[in-house]
């Protein structure tokens, strides 16, 4: 009989509560879960090398005759094995080393003629080494390896390699239900594949079950939200119109668009979800303006979380300068505030005194709680994790929220890993912006840059010089921003040179940063604290020191400081000599392109889009086997796929298949990235 897939991993003979416990670290609760635990890569034991092919650092499998053992005393116990290679006898002799090993395992490997090992190759001293590879003995010399793939599984504390793939063949060896549409074959298959190239097969279909499986969690999320009730809040006393006279400049249609899409959203009481996705320096926070305005009109709060203290600030700043104006009530919250000050505002607040609340992270503390909230706007959300948007989506009543991102990403990628939102694109920058002149320069040339940007300064333009590193370091070899800070003082004695970096203390960023707008630094020496959201439109130049260390998507946003006024800006990238291929790759991209959009399909081609879409930062679980690098093609096959899943008649084979991509792919609504 079959088994149930979801039955509790203690119902697999040898998993005990002991082992049960350590599964759960790998997130495997359930049979299910186990089968789904895929190997992430695997050994080609195909192919058996002769010594004489063996490359230090190499992974290596090798077969040879057993010349020898003896146990070693040094520091640790150890047991080396001297082997020889076999038939033609090229190239001399290898060391397996063991530092565990037993009585038993000597006696039969000195018993044995020929020894086959996987391992990773070294030098111990001038000798080829191998440290405790796995291995088999034969008493024959053996005849050539079986085409079969070993599979490399992720690991954790406690339980090893060894120990999984044992699991692995236990979990493969159950009878699994064998219904039409289910995954079982498919996922046991890429626990012994018989080839890469089966592999991938193998991967492609079972990308798609995934991300179909994805695509309908996102939008059962997405119905469930429409089932809340939201305040709803219409158009009212015209504040947004008097912003508009207001603001100093006209918003470029792009921006009126969004602002339109947003507010009909919020008309509605179902809770508006829209993710409003703009280049850098596209307009962002102003769209974000009008949204919170409509919010006071109606006698409630909006709340503006930002992913850092110095893009709290500078919100909080322009916020102040816009709606201040308008008889409306502008507060800050951080983390870092005195806690006198902290307290009045936690109070106004509770009581509503507090209209548009800006704030970090603190935002969401157990001890913020609003009047009545009724709109949550996150920027650069790709900062934060789901979790932390839902909390503070906790404080309110089914609160409308707005997320923002500098963070372009391919539309059909959008619509797969977004389908719970609604989005909007700001795809135009506003008039009159310069473009920015990119050059890649070798480290060598610095002087050359030094004196590009001083031409600059000495026309009261403002520079960032951007460095990777706070302090100089043994391990990296980079320049770092004290080193530069006190290079540029020393050498530019005409100018005024400030410094920031992510160890000072958030008041005094914010009041170097202050200086830095109101001109009183001509260069600013930064880590990459300036990469999000900063704005001094009289900053025009950019040097990025040691460039190659940094991503596509970095370098852009950080790029992004600049070309924000009426001059010509530039930005010169510092590289090392002696760039990998991708790093090439990057910095090109860079030169040629500053379209963002344009710019995250290179980054995807180059390494895959876990980066891109910050999932990493904000610690999130990915696909297991879906890899958007690879199957980002697949997304119009599954929106359509998924689409009619969900439209599957009750008892129908597809609504059976839809039921099972569930169960497999999607067991709990926490597993997947989102926002
Ligand atoms: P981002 O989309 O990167 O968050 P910001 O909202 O910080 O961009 O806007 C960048 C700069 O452009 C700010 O100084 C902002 O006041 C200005 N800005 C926004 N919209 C317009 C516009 N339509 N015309 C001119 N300047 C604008
Ligand atoms: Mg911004």
Redesign the pocket.
Known sequence: MAIDPQAEITELKGVGPALAQTLEKLGIYRLIDLLVHLPMRYQDRSKVLTIGQLRSGDEGYICGQILGSKILFGRQRSLEVLVGNNSEGLGGDIRLRFFRFSKFQKSAIDNAKYIRAFGSVGFVGRNLAMAHPEYKTFDAEPGPPKAELTPVYPTTQGLGQQRLRNLAEKICALPWPQQQGTPFEKLIALHQPTSLAKVEELQQELAMDELCAYYIVMKGRALKRRQQQAMALPRADGLGRKLLDN??????SA?VRVVGETLTDLESTTPMLRLVQ???????????AFAAIRAVEHASQAAIMAPTELLAE?HFH?FSNWLTPLGIKVTLLTGQMPAKVKRETLAEIADGTAQVIVGTHALFQDSVNFARLALVII??QHRFGVHQRMILQNKGNFPHQLV?T?TPIPRTLTMTLYADMDVSV?DEL????QPITTHTVKEDNREKVIQQVTQALAQGQQAYWVCTLIEDSDEIDAMSANASFEYLTKNLPNFRVGLLHGRMRGDEKVTIMDAFKSGEYDILVATTVVEV?V?V?NATHMVIENSERLGLAQLHQLR?RVG?GQVASRCFLLFKPGLSQAGQHRLNALRQSQDGFYLAEQDLKLRGPGDILGTRQAGEQSFKIADLAIHAFLMPRVIKRSESLMNAALGSDEHATLKGLLMTWAPADHGHLTV
């Open positions: 603001l100093g400049f006209n918003l470029t921006q703009g280049d850098v320096g596209s307009g962002k926070t102003v769209v974000a500078q322009n920027d650069e923002m500098a700001i506003p008039k009159g912006r959201g704005d439109p992004g924000r």
